[in-house]
């Protein structure tokens, strides 16, 4: 890539967000291109693994005419195993209609996932030009017109060339550093504001990924691991299953790795010495490891999503729900927004923040926004209430253990005990603290 250039729309980052972005102004008709500094889309990309098919659909109809589906498999069973530090209670569903109607999500690599969407931004016209990095944002009269990459102008003119376009839209994911330079967020996030997560893919023999955890080739798991997974600190572990594989990782906020002098090998290395998940993963080989930050500064923290000239989806907005898992589809979400808002500034010919609005507009009407509102309060919770996560999965693995095993004991002694162990860990007036505040972040406020 060498000279400058001009299109309608130019496309910063080939994740989920960037790749439906340009699909929909490619498919309006808009010259796109898409710049990715990565070999491809996925190349260096990580992600838990669950991909959700509405979202899909809504950019690919015609997604169940592929010969292969770019996915490992359909989840269905999903839910939460809270870890003590030997035991786990399973909390997990499963109906029949998950298993024969079309499944809802699925498991997946982004590294398949990504470039097979790519296959289709290519199909729909997109230029998608990798192995480029954006290292600047373009401005003239006082609105952005399109980006600089690492790549020189010509043989004798080494400075960065130019990309022109009336409309950017910035798709970077969590580092933000163009959005920043955009000026629509202000300053970098806080490590309490992002967390960090490691995994790894592990492969086991053929077969074992149904014989160990109870399915058949059609069926797929989805759990997030609460409690000891995390040694008792706000944050999640998870375990998905692939076609032969399991995707394992944890994740803490950025901050609580730094305070505590977690590395973060070592947590994950801790997860897989928990005597129930080393039963499951036992002689299985470990294909791949990698981390990757999450954004978690939510409702306060979200940028202004647009300006003269420019827009930005994805990751690089914040658009993540922690709780619900929720990432790649609000990326796909928020890049058909603002795809539709880039061809409408077009037919208008007016590049300016109040054209580009309709995107903010529609996002406003969108349950993300809603969502990102409601729990608005979840970081402050979280940090709060890190008994949740410390006290509570040690409790509710002992009393089950208690209730559940026949101890020779008369009962009434055994809820003696329960009562006593949840007076002990947390008192009374600690419960009913618990409980209120539990109800109240629950409703919002
Ligand atoms: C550990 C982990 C587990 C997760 N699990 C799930 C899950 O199970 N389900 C789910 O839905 N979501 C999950 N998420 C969240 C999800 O991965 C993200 O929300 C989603 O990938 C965001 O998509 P995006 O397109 O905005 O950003 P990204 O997917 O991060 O894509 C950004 C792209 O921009 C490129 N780029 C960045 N800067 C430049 C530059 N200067 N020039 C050119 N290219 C650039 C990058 O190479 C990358 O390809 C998880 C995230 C993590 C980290």
Redesign the pocket.
């Known amino acids: 890539m060498r000279g400058d250039f001009s299109y309608d729309v130019v496309v ?8 439906s972005a340009a699909i929909v102004c490619a498919r309006a008709g808009l010259s796109v291109i898409l ?4 070999r491809f ?12 098919t509405e979202s899909i659909l809504s950019l690919v109809p015609d997604l169940f005419s592929e010969k292969r589906l770019p996915f490992e498999r359909p989840v269905t069973e999903e839910g939460w195993w809270i870890l003590s530090e030997n035991g786990v209670v399973k909390i997990t569903h499963t109906e029949e209609t998950r298993r024969t109607g079309p499944p809802r999500a699925y498991t997946a690599f ?1 590294a398949r996932f ?1 470039p097979w969407l790519e296959g289709r931004a290519r199909e729909a016209g997109v230029l998608v030009v990798p192995k ?4 600047d944002v373009l401005r003239e009269g006082g609105r952005m017109s399109g980006v600089l990459v690492d790549r020189p102008r010509s043989w004798d003119r080494p400075e960065p060339a130019e990309v022109r376009a009336p409309v950017t839209i910035i ?5 933000r ?2 959005t920043r330079k955009a000026g629509l967020v202000p300053r970098d996030f806080a490590p309490e504001e992002v967390a960090l ?1 490691v ?1 790894e893919v592990i492969q086991l023999p053929k077969g074992e990924v149904e014989k160990r955890f109870g399915l058949s080739e059609e069926e797929g798991l989805a759990v997030e691991l609460i409690g000891e997974a995390t040694l008792g600190l706000p944050g999640s572990g ?1 375990l ?1 299953t692939n076609t032969t594989s399991v995707s394992l ?1 944890v ?1 803490l906020f950025l901050s609580d790795f730094a305070e505590k002098g977690i590395k973060p090998y070592e947590l994950l290395e801790n997860l897989k010495r928990h005597p129930v998940l080393s039963r499951l993963l036992s002689g299985g080989e470990i294909l791949e490891y990698g981390a ?3 954004p978690e500064w939510g409702f306060e923290g979200l940028p202004r999503l647009c300006g003269d000239g420019v827009m930005v ?4 907005a914040g ?2 729900n922690p709780l619900f ?7 796909i979400y928020s ?1 058909i927004m603002a795809g539709k808002a880039a061809v409408f500034a077009h037919e208008r010919g007016d590049f300016s923040r109040a054209a580009l609005y309709l995107y903010e507009e529609a996002f406003r009407q969108s349950y993300i926004y809603r969502d990102l509102k409601y729990f608005r309060k979840l970081k402050r919770f979280l940090r709060e209430n890190r008994h949740f996560f410390e006290i509570y999965p040690e409790i509710l693995n002992q009393v089950l253990h208690l209730y559940l095993t026949a101890q020779g004991r008369a009962k009434e002694e055994v809820f003696r005990e329960i009562f006593t162990l949840f007076r002990k860990k947390r008192g009374l007036a600690g419960l009913l603290r618990d409980f209120l505040r539990m109800g109240r972040f629950l409703r919002g406020w």
């Open positions: 910063v980052g080939g994740g989920p967000a960037g790749l710049l990715e500094r990565g889309s996925g190349a260096k990309n990580l992600f838990g693994g669950v991909v959700y982004r990504d480029v990095r954006v290292v798709s970077e994911g969590v580092n550093i163009l997560s995994k998870f998905y990782g994740g990757h930050l999450i989806v994805g990751d690089a658009l993540v898992r929720e990432g790649t589809n609000l990326a890049g």
